[in-house]
């Protein structure tokens, strides 16, 4: 199977911000039609980008690692919520709703 090469368009940037230093960036379509008080265009150059050729069991097994990484992702921030919650409700059960006598307040 051959390699396969995508021709890319790549846009050169620069801000046009006065409150900040100018700076340099790339983007793949002319950001200076949309946002011309942001960015005035400093040059284009087309590139090619190798694709490596990839059989479709590749593609799945990057489809699968890219679902773990998100199950992870996922897992982790559940169990944060959930480390939440069950401190809210440990916070709340130790509140004590015994009457006292005035005598026993110190001040």
Same mark, same amino acid.
């Given at each position: 199977m051959e390699a396969l090469t995508i021709p890319v368009t790549v846009y050169v940037m620069a801000t046009t911000?006065?409150? #900040? %230093?100018t700076s340099y960036h790339s983007f793949t379509c002319d950001m200076s039609q949309q946002y011309p008080d942001l960015y005035v265009l400093v040059t284009t150059k087309t590139v090619e980008v190798p694709i %490596?050729? #990839? $059989? =479709? +069991?590749?593609i799945i097994g990057m489809q699968v690692n890219a679902l773990r990484a998100k199950k992870e992702k996922i897992s982790a921030e559940a169990k944060k919520e959930l480390g939440v919650i069950e401190d809210q409700i440990?916070?709340?059960?130790?509140?004590?709703?015994? =009457? +006292? $006598? $005035?005598?026993?307040? =110190?001040?």
């Amino acid at each position: 199977m051959e390699a396969l090469t995508i021709p890319v368009t790549v846009y050169v940037m620069a801000t046009t911000n006065p409150y #900040l %230093p100018t700076s340099y960036h790339s983007f793949t379509c002319d950001m200076s039609q949309q946002y011309p008080d942001l960015y005035v265009l400093v040059t284009t150059k087309t590139v090619e980008v190798p694709i %490596p050729a #990839l $059989e =479709p +069991i590749d593609i799945i097994g990057m489809q699968v690692n890219a679902l773990r990484a998100k199950k992870e992702k996922i897992s982790a921030e559940a169990k944060k919520e959930l480390g939440v919650i069950e401190d809210q409700i440990q916070q709340l059960l130790c509140i004590d709703h015994s =009457p +006292i $006598e $005035e005598s026993d307040v =110190p001040f």
